[in-house]
């Protein structure tokens, strides 16, 4: 792994934290050169736009001449885009290819944006579809409700599994099983704030059982509660969650239980006409 386990509580909220970057493994079956070349691709985030070979050598942990070919390679392929005059890459549009497939196959969000715009309207807060990966949950979908939203949220936005209540609520829909792999990569990710970390999701977790959503203030970002209702898509295996977040001052745990009942019957109704309404598949955005 490239990024090192935390061993420090984090300043909040760090927007890496969460990104696995593995270069290589002993399995036979495993190409280090083409977890390599992806490894690259996941050290830009939005606020990594611009990054050099040295920058990518530090957050990968590759060599530098290995770094170096990876990028001639990736930029040939056009998947990055060199800029002389800062001497850094850029991500470039080929990326956009890789992401495509999977999004136009994938009917939950275009049955859900209507819905989650309606409730975003309604609560004056943000609205978010994350899909669970890795140690982190990406936004697939989303509705700005607030009056000054956070404007990072967008399709591909990524928050750390454990802080959020979105993450959460994906660890609560796990198979026991599931769930107890999980916390054997957390434990050894987290180290010293393991315990605290695995006090707050079996909160969580007995939430979801409890009222079907969970609650979690100022856990990522310590301006801003949220609340999360787990969403199993129907292949059974792709573990999602619907959220409802804002300002702390404005989310009182009064309203979070409000928005939590809305966000069941969100989900409940997204169910609903995913077995009644055959998809068609949407990305434009109204």
């Known amino acids: 792994m490239g990024r090192p386990s935390r061993?420090?509580?984090?300043?909040?909220?760090?927007?890496?934290?969460?990104?696995?970057?593995?270069?290589?493994d002993e399995d036979p079956r495993f190409n280090n050169a083409v977890a390599r070349g992806l490894a690259i691709l996941?050290?830009?985030?939005?606020?990594?736009?611009?990054?050099?070979?040295?920058?990518?050598?530090?957050?990968?942990?590759?060599?530098?001449?290995?770094?170096?070919?990876?990028?001639?390679t990736l930029t040939q392929l056009g998947y990055l885009r060199y800029l002389p005059e800062f001497g850094k890459y850029?991500?470039?549009?080929?990326?956009?290819?890789?992401?495509?497939?999977?999004?136009?196959?994938?009917?939950?969000?275009a049955i859900a944006r209507p819905l989650m715009e309606d409730l975003a309207e309604r609560s004056k807060?943000?609205?978010?579809?994350?899909?669970?990966?890795?140690?982190?949950?990406?936004?697939?979908?989303?509705?700005?409700?607030?009056?000054?939203?956070?404007?990072?949220?967008?399709?591909?936005?990524?928050?750390?599994?454990?802080?959020?209540?979105?993450?959460?609520?994906?660890v609560a829909a796990m198979p026991p099983q599931?769930?107890?792999?999980?916390?054997d990569e957390l434990k050894d990710?987290?180290?010293?704030?393991?315990?605290?970390?695995?006090?707050?999701?079996?909160d969580a977790v007995e939430q979801v059982d409890r009222r079907g959503f969970c609650i979690a203030a100022g856990t990522f970002q310590k301006t801003?509660?949220?609340?999360?209702?787990?969403?199993?898509h129907t292949d059974g295996r792709t573990l999602m969650a619907f959220n409802s977040q804002g300002n702390a001052s404005a989310q009182t745990p009064a309203v979070m239980e409000r928005n939590g009942k809305r966000l069941v019957e969100l989900a409940?109704?997204?169910?609903?006409?995913?077995?009644?309404?055959?998809?068609?598949?949407?990305?434009?955005?109204?």
């Not at 990710?189 to 695995?198: G, I």
């Open 90 to 109: 850029e991500l470039a549009a080929g990326v956009v290819t890789l992401a495509y497939p999977y999004l136009v196959n994938m009917p939950v969000p």
């Open 7 to 24: 061993k420090d509580k984090p300043v909040l909220p760090d927007y890496s934290e969460g990104i696995q970057i593995k270069t290589e």
């Open 178 to 183: 599931e769930r107890a792999r999980l916390y």
């Open 189 to 202: 990710h987290y180290r010293k704030e393991w315990a605290q970390l695995q006090r707050e999701l079996d």
């Open 42 to 72: 996941r050290t830009f985030q939005f606020d990594r736009k611009l990054l050099g070979n040295v920058e990518i050598a530090a957050a990968t942990g590759l060599p530098k001449p290995t770094v170096s070919r990876l990028t001639f």
């Open 224 to 232: 801003t509660s949220s609340v999360a209702v787990p969403f199993v």
């Open 268 to 286: 409940a109704e997204v169910r609903r006409r995913l077995a009644t309404e055959p998809p068609t598949p949407s990305l434009g955005r109204r």
């Open 125 to 170: 807060t943000n609205v978010g579809l994350g899909v669970h990966e890795g140690l982190s949950v990406l936004y697939l979908e989303y509705a700005l409700g607030e009056a000054n939203p956070n404007r990072r949220q967008r399709v591909g936005f990524r928050v750390p599994l454990i802080r959020t209540a979105m993450g959460r609520a994906c």
